[in-house]
């Protein structure tokens, strides 16, 4: 039953490999023009600056400075939205971004960055990894407080991007948070036929060509694409949340566990039942969930 609320909740994530090839064509020829709901300013006070030529969104609470952190205590949240590098984000990620700058309180910073067709990896993995950094400079001067937070694709690129920054021998953010990540874009695990026949959002054959087509002229192996491939020691603490009805789960367990191996404080949550991104969805298991992310971003785990 949840499987058959969210799918349409979050629609646009069951796309075969003929449907992503369509899609990436459509987004090269003409892109898609992104403008956040009306409804924001009920939430939150909403503003856009740029990077590397992307929109970023920035919410903040509406009794806090429009743009950059408050002050000691703040919070700052750079949120990578979901959509298999080739979608744009979709009311349910404007949601939860709101519900964060409201909850937490936090500056939350949305970028718009460039999908599969425009860019690739080795171009929005770096690029990312700058504005990480740049936030952090901001934050810690303010005696504030990063986290980075992604869901699906977004997950990824929050993974990658954190491993560019350690390789860089820059520091890294208070906190990483990820929502059902895909951080193994081969889809090669053994245990993924298995759970794709209960999940009814994510397709093996989509995920791999959407995969492909973001790692570019890379392997689609390489860490800039595939994070697990790559270390992961010294990275920030991470909070991971996923379901078991989700083909992705295997990189949300290997994760949890190569973490642990190399060191790193993991906190992790497997949903019995639940499907692709379900914090994300309006039905009742979301809210603990979201109570969870709320807490990751204030530093109570």
């Known amino acids: 039953m949840l499987d058959t609320v969210a ?8 796309w075969t490999a003929r449907d992503v090839r369509a899609r990436v064509a459509a987004q090269a020829a003409s892109p898609a023009v992104v403008r956040a709901p009306r409804w924001l300013g009920r939430f939150a006070r909403h503003t856009v600056t740029a990077h590397a030529g992307w929109p970023v969104h920035q919410l903040t609470p509406p009794a806090g400075p429009s743009v950059g952190p408050a002050g000691p205590g703040s919070v700052t949240v750079l949120y990578l939205h979901g959509g298999g590098y ?4 979709v009311l349910w990620h404007w949601l939860l971004v709101a519900r964060l700058a409201r ?3 936090a500056r939350v910073v949305l970028p718009l960055y460039p999908l599969a067709g425009h860019s690739s990896a080795a171009d929005v993995v770096p690029s990312t990894a700058d504005l990480l950094d740049e936030l952090l400079g901001e ?3 303010a ?3 990063l986290v980075v937070m992604g869901d699906s694709a977004g997950g990824g690129l929050a993974l990658a991007s954190a491993q560019v920054a350690r390789e860089r021998g820059h520091r890294q953010p208070d906190r990483l948070v990820l929502v059902s990540p895909w951080l193994d874009v081969t889809m090669t695990h053994p245990d993924q036929p298995v759970i794709a026949r ?5 397709r093996l054959d989509g995920l791999a060509e959407a995969g492909r087509h973001y790692a ?3 392997d689609v192996a390489d860490p800039l694409v595939s994070p697990l491939n790559g270390s992961l020691a010294g990275l920030a603490p991470l909070t991971v949340l996923c379901g078991t009805h989700d083909v992705l789960l295997t990189d949300s ?3 949890a566990a190569g973490a642990a191996e190399a060191g790193v404080a993991v906190d992790y949550h497997e949903a019995p039942g639940l499907p692709h991104c379900y914090p994300l969805a309006p039905i009742p298991e979301a809210a603990a969930a979201r109570t969870a992310l709320v807490a990751a971003c204030r530093a109570d785990r």
């Open 7 to 14: 799918l349409p909740v979050l629609r646009g994530r069951s």
């Open 86 to 89: 080739i979608a744009e984000p």
């Open 103 to 105: 909850d937490v309180p």
């Open 139 to 141: 934050t810690r001067a």
């Open 143 to 145: 005696g504030g407080r």
């Open 198 to 202: 209960r999940d009814h959002m994510l």
């Open 216 to 218: 570019g002229a890379l």
């Open 253 to 255: 367990r290997r994760l």
